[in-house]
């Protein structure tokens, strides 16, 4: 039987994303030590990129459920000195339970799943970052309740995290108004598949005229350090700040997947403000995981 993956949000259905979700609340309520559905399996963590809350959280994860995580970067594997993706797939997948990789190139991930006998998750691309939404949703729905019908504002770069939440549109059924600067905009075949769900706005105020939530990222990701000053410019019309806060609803939330450059994408006053939930966000990383987990290799 071919393994499922999690390399995209469309990789689940809707309805397998929303018991998801549910079951990451519930996990997060009734904390139990003695559960511990992954005893004996080992998850492969392969690192090409930076990252605190991806590792974290998935080594935690695994260890609270019994189970083994391995930490490991190219530098010290044969993936750094060109071994097949392909060959790497079926060697890794042959001792291990479940795969994650944070890579740059998206086809990596993909190719990985074809040839990988386990699941293969998707910790980060260029292209896209699913973990992440699966924590987003869950604060969301912790919060507010579910996010279907409502708007979400995402304001800045087109980058991978725009990427998921066009996704996240789709399969959670809510509304999602971009601002951001024209040479910036997001891949236009994940626009184009998205349908209505998506519309573009012309400055972050329009686009978060009405919205019930309000999400930025970094404006230079990982891999773009190089552009950072340029980048600044292009973005400078770009932040969330509490002029942006105030065309949302009085009781719209402020997320942000981290790291955050305050004064950058975000102003101080938003982020460590009243409305910003980005520390249960990241929280969430670790219950949304651990339900992503036992879904994928738990039975
Ligand atoms: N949000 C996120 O993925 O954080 P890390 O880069 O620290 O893993
Ligand atoms: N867009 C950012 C997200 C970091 C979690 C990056 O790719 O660096």
């Not at 573009?200 to 930025?216: K, M, N, Q, R, W």
């Amino acid at each position: 039987m071919q393994p499922r993956h999690f390399t995209s949000l469309l990789d689940l259905s809707s309805a397998e994303l929303r018991a998801l979700i549910h079951r990451a609340i519930a996990l997060k309520q009734h904390r139990d030590p003695d559960y511990q559905p992954l005893k004996g399996k080992v998850l492969a963590m392969i690192f090409e990129k930076s990252s605190t809350r991806t590792r974290i959280s998935f080594e935690a994860g695994m260890a609270q459920f019994g189970g083994t995580a391995l930490f490991l970067s190219p530098r010290d594997t044969q993936l750094g000195r060109g071994e097949p993706l392909e060959d790497s797939a079926r060697v890794i997948s042959s001792m291990v339970d479940c795969i994650m990789l944070r890579t740059h190139k998206h086809e990596t991930v993909t190719t990985f799943a074809q040839y990988s006998r386990v699941p293969v998750i998707n910790g980060l691309t260029d292209l896209k970052h699913p973990c992440q939404l699966l924590a987003d949703m869950q604060t969301y729905f912790e919060q507010r309740g579910d996010i279907a019908g409502k708007t979400v504002t995402w304001i800045g770069d087109g980058n991978n995290m725009c990427h998921s939440y066009i996704n996240a549109a789709r399969q959670f059924d809510f509304q999602l108004h971009i601002a951001c600067p024209f040479d910036y905009r997001p891949n236009q075949a994940i626009v184009d598949a998205a349908g209505q769900r998506v519309a573009f706005f012309e400055s972050p105020e329009l686009a978060a005229a009405g919205a019930d939530l309000v999400v930025t990222d970094v404006w230079a990701s990982m891999g773009q350090e190089e552009e950072q000053k340029h980048r600044e410019v292009a973005f400078r019309d770009f932040q969330v700040n509490a002029d942006v806060m105030a065309a949302a609803h009085a009781d719209a939330l402020f997320m942000h997947c981290l790291p955050a450059h305050r004064g950058e994408e975000v102003s101080a006053e938003v982020i460590d403000g009243p409305q910003s939930v980005v520390f249960q966000e990241a929280e969430n990383r670790l219950h949304a995981q651990k339900a992503l987990l036992e879904f994928l290799i738990g039975r």
